[in-house]
């Protein structure tokens, strides 16, 4: 849609002289650039529909002759060109409109306006802050390609009691050594959320006479801010491996299979169902350490269609697997004994912190031990799942609903989407998410959580029809583990 600059324009500078102080005269006026709805929608600002165009003008003052710069950024619908706010900038932007909105933090419009335009105050923009030091990917190294046909045999032979053909064999690869820094997928649209909320409501709140924060100058109140942020940041550890790939392995054809959290023993083919015992190619791939032998692990192969344009086959979010903290109702405790008895009451929604195979790397230790515990995955489409190389320290401290981490997006930069086949290891602190997908995309989800396991959620989890049961140390809770706490009720 074409945009009409001279009403804009106009508009603006009605505005900047109606007041009876500041302005007396706007000496110019200048179109400096325009964001595109697109630009908008990928930047800080991340919503969709709106387009912005920057404005400078040179006004002079009512007190004296003084000169000054403004910039204006003024908001408009897509759709209708209607204003929906103005945000005004002492002086020029420190850097073109497009940089800006990918690099700084912008309030949302109108958040510093209580009145007009001459009387709004001038936002306060902040770079964004990212954190520094997340590597790619880790792959396992040269050295073990070389013997990985050697050790995948073994594995098949000592840990599964099984063998494969040999084209089966000669199809699964090692890790393909990327030398170059990873990039986003450019099949799926990388969206910048940022903390521009917290920033807005703290300058909306400096900004409101009847809050705390306007007794406070800008510059503490963008201090107070700083620290909220690293309070934030300080929750995320980069110096380790917490994302690994480990193999590539062609997907067997699908059949419909949809199980999540299905115990298996690690180790036993005879624990697997028949009619799953084609996902050995992968189960075999993964580097297990001996502590986990004839451990129970929970096998998840998700088979479908994606229903629409723009879902994700699985769960959509950054998250982690690990939920954190969670509340058990006593009620939905499925692990308690039934015949306990006694005068005492248990303390019902005591929280819990939850390990979901919990996972470690450590190089020293050899091919067969430097990956403990964790939780291994793979999809057949490629750049439907994205990975970061970190973990969250203290998730029961910084972790969301159900390992819900979006509010960390800000500091993590872009991460880095798997190839088909990919086989990865990750820890279940490890922030990852499912990617949009086109409507019709049949994908094949493969995911092994090692034995670390604190909850199994016997209502949205597989019960192994061959018998095998969680760990005895595992709390089995009943109810709707997406519903909120007090609101889960008990099985039995």
Known sequence: MDLDFKTIVGETVAELLSGYRNFTNVLSSEVIEVASSRVVRSSVIGDEGLIIVQLEFKCRQSYGDEESKITVLYFLKEATNVCVGKLKIKDQLP?????????????????????????????????????????SIHRREAAFARNFEHELRERLIFIWGSKLSEKDLNSIKPPIQVKEKAKCSKGAEFQKIFVSEIWTVMQMEHFNSGSRLSFLPMELVEVIYRHVEQYWKSSIETRGVFASVVAQVPFPKPKGINVNMMPIVLGDLDSIPKDMRQYLPLLAVCPLNREEFDKIGYLTIHESTVKEDGKSQRREGLHTETPGKIQIPYASDCSLPSDVKGSWRVQSDVPSSVRWGRGVHDGNLGATYEYIGGIYMASNVADSCRIWNCKVN??????????????????????????????????????????????????????????????????????????????????????????KPHSASASR
């Open 95 to 135: 850097c073109p409109l497009a940089e800006l909105l990918d690099t700084y933090i912008i309030p949302w419009p109108n958040s510093a306006r209580r009145y007009a335009l001459p009387y709004s105050n001038y936002v306060k923009l902040i770079p964004v802050s990212t954190l520094p030091g997340i590597s």
């Open 394 to 483: 203290h998730p029961e401290e910084f972790v969301g609903h159900l390992g819900d981490i979006e509010n960390m997006r800000s500091f993590l930069g872009q991460g880095e989407t798997l190839a088909a086949g990919e086989v990865v290891w990750i820890t279940d602190c490890t922030p990852h998410e499912s990617l949009p997908l086109k409507k019709g995309t049949k994908r094949q989800y493969f995911r092994l959580v090692t034995s670390d396991v604190t909850v199994w959620y016997e209502d949205h989890s597989t019960p192994n029809p061959l018998g095998i049961k969680p760990s005895e140390g595992v709390k089995i809770v009943s109810g709707n583990k997406f519903a």
